[in-house]
């Protein structure tokens, strides 16, 4: 069966996270996974052999230092070394910076947003905000596939051991150097574009996010936002979901005091379950949602938060 890499970014010590467990899933599903593993222990990459990785690269070199550039040099030669017929990156801005350059380097076509990947390589991806689902393939070299969270079900540990293998990732080429960074104050929620379950807030929220906030965490759910709810400065530009915010694809997005906006769509109308709480029956985001309430968020959201906590006897 041919490799299929897997470009997995793990600190020291750490188990992968869902998102990898999702692409290495999906590799098994597709051929033999092998991974590029940037960041920890040996052990750790060892450790993949419990998701099915046969081999784990590691770089002899320090990728830390260097913002994408030395990344992709590494998943390049570990790609050569697999001889991968396709390498699979999560869908975030690293990883589709990072596709970008393997893409150059192994004169290869990448695709981004995947939702899916066929046994014959065929791309299944969203495009125009969302409006239309296309199957696309790489034409030249491999494909290089940048994959959605939360769209296939994530490995579970088994058994195994993986083979790990230094690799020389090379000469960079021209790179960005991190010269400090500041660690961002833990929220103790699940990470947007990773989390199963979103509760967005937006204008209706009228600069208060404390009902949306409550009910994410009766729901162990990340929280969003609308651009005009973090341009209004109510909570930061992360949480932005939409075209130029991040694009989610949770099993369960509650939308709440969003008027339901094509760029707004573009981020989330993949998800499995939509709800819209919003006071205007004509609001558009009822065309997309699978259950709406009609209704004052100050209100329906508190009522569902305590009912959930209700029913698990808190
Ligand atoms: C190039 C470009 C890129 C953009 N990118 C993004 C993007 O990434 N993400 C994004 O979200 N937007 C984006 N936008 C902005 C987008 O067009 C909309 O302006 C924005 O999504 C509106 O946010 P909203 O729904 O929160 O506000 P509004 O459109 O003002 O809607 C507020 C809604 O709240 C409801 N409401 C009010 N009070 C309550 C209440 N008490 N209870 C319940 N409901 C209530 C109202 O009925 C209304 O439907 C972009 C725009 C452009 C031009």
């Known amino acids: 069966m041919a490799n299929i890499l897997v470009y997995i970014d793990t600190p020291a010590g750490e188990e992968p996270t869902k ?4 692409l290495l899933a999906l590799a098994a599903a597709l051929g033999t996974p092998v991974a590029a593993v ?40 570990a790609a050569r070394a697999a001889d991968a017929a396709a390498v699979l990156l999560p869908n ?9 350059r393997v893409g150059i380097k192994l004169s290869s076509g990448v695709i981004t947003d995947a939702t899916g990947i066929a046994p014959d390589l065929t791309v299944t991806k969203p495009v125009l905000a969302g409006s239309y689902t296309v199957a696309a393939r790489a034409v030249h070299g491999i494909p290089v596939v940048t994959v959605k969270s939360n769209s296939v079900d994530p490995a579970e540990p088994g058994a195994g051991t993986a083979h790990v293998v230094e690799l020389e990732a090379g000469e960079p080429g021209p790179a960005a150097r991190i010269t400090g960074t500041a660690a961002k104050p833990a929220s103790g929620r699940p990470a947007l574009q990773e989390a199963r379950i979103v509760v967005a807030g937006g204008r209706g ?24 709810a973090t ?16 694009t989610v ?6 939308s709440a005091g969003i008027s339901g906006a094509i760029q707004q769509k573009a981020g989330m109308q993949t998800s499995t379950v939509i709800v819209a709480v919003n006071k205007d029956e004509d609001a558009p985001v009822f065309e ?24 698990r006897g808190e």
């Open 19 to 22: 998102a990898q467990r999702e």
């Open 38 to 77: 940037a960041a920890g222990s040996a052990d750790a990459a060892a450790g993949l052999g419990a998701y099915g990785v046969t081999t784990a690269y590691t770089s002899a070199g320090d990728l830390d230092g260097l913002l994408v550039a030395g990344k992709a040099a590494f998943v390049a030669a």
């Open 249 to 254: 694809s949770p099993q369960l997005y509650i």
């Open 231 to 246: 341009d209004a400065g109510w909570i930061g530009h992360e949480a932005q979901v939409g075209q130029t915010g991040t």
């Open 92 to 100: 975030t801005g690293e990883g589709k910076e990072i596709a970008a």
């Open 288 to 311: 997309i949602a699978d259950f709406g309430v009609v209704g004052d968020l100050a209100t329906v959201l508190p009522q569902a938060a305590a009912e959930i906590r209700r029913r």
């Open 205 to 228: 929220v009228d600069g208060d996010f404390g009902p949306v906030e409550e009910l994410a965490d009766a729901l162990g759910a990340a929280v969003g936002a609308s651009r005009a």
